[in-house]
T-cell receptor, first 115, second 112 residues
Framework: DTGVSQDPRHKITKRGQNVTFRCDPI?????LYWYRQTLGQGPEFLTY????????KSRLLSDRFSAERPKGSFSTLEIQRTEQGDSAMYLC?????????????FGPGTRLTVT | RKEVEQDPGPFNVPEGATVAFNCTYS??????FFWYRQDCRKEPKLLMS???SGNEDGRFTAQLNRASQYISLLIRDSKLSDSATYLC?????????????FGRGTSLIVHP
């Protein structure tokens, strides 16, 4: 399978704990996006990378959230001191920027539950 | 006004019906547009890109109206398997920000 993969698929954690999610994009894609989605809403942009450079972050993104893409391949999203309001589906998507179409392809997501 | 707006529905239609959804956007710098389909508790899957000239893929037709700042999706001869949430996404590709913005989605239920 050469699509976008995410790990873990589900995570249950207690409030105050740190969690880290991983995303492996489609191998030739240079852009990688993180989104958060809650029930009844569309995906909400968090941040994106072009290769290893983090180009934009949502102004709404708390300082507790950090993302990396150290070698321009896989990416990690860390949430520190989780809160119940962080419970959501965290989606990763990748795209090939520069070819002109900007189509994004999503991974299956990591569903986070904070108790 | 939200950047991207969609009627959440649900649109409840019988098999074989034609149904259309609109998605309005506020950023006139937006340059690329897409429709995604999302099944319950699954990831969004790309349905089609929306080109200035419009495009058609089988029973699905997407249109762009830049003057009125909306995109549309038309589904003909609806199937039970078309039941899903349809998300539009708008990408500015100039003006310094390249943040894709999704609508909240329109729910479609096709019944026998």
């Amino acid at each position: 399978d050469t699509g976008v993969s995410q790990d873990p698929r589900h995570k249950i954690t207690k409030r105050g704990q740190n969690v880290t999610f991983r995303c492996d994009p489609i191998s030739e894609h240079n852009r990688l996006y993180w989104y958060r989605q809650t029930l009844g809403q569309g995906p909400e942009f968090l941040t994106y990378f072009q290769n290893e450079a983090q180009l934009e972050k949502s102004r709404l993104l708390s300082d507790r959230f950090s993302a990396e893409r150290p070698k321009g391949s896989f990416s990690t999203l860390e949430i520190q001191r989780t809160e119940q309001g962080d419970s959501a589906m965290y989606l990763c998507a990748s795209s090939l920027y520069g070819v002109g179409t900007y189509e994004q392809y999503f991974g299956p997501g990591t569903r986070l539950t904070v108790t | 006004r939200k950047e991207v707006e969609q009627d959440p529905g649900p649109f409840n239609v019988p098999e074989g019906a034609t149904v259309a959804f609109n998605c309005t956007y506020s950023n006139s710098a937006s340059q690329s547009f897409f429709w995604y389909r999302q099944d319950c508790r699954k990831e969004p899957k790309l349905l089609m890109s929306v080109y200035s000239s419009g495009n058609e893929d089988g029973r699905f037709t997407a249109q762009l109206n830049r003057a009125s700042q909306y995109i549309s999706l038309l589904i003909r001869d609806s199937k039970l398997s078309d039941s899903a949430t349809y998300l539009c996404v708008v990408n500015p590709t100039s003006g310094g920000s390249y943040i894709p913005t999704f609508g909240r989605g329109t729910s479609l239920i096709v019944h026998p």
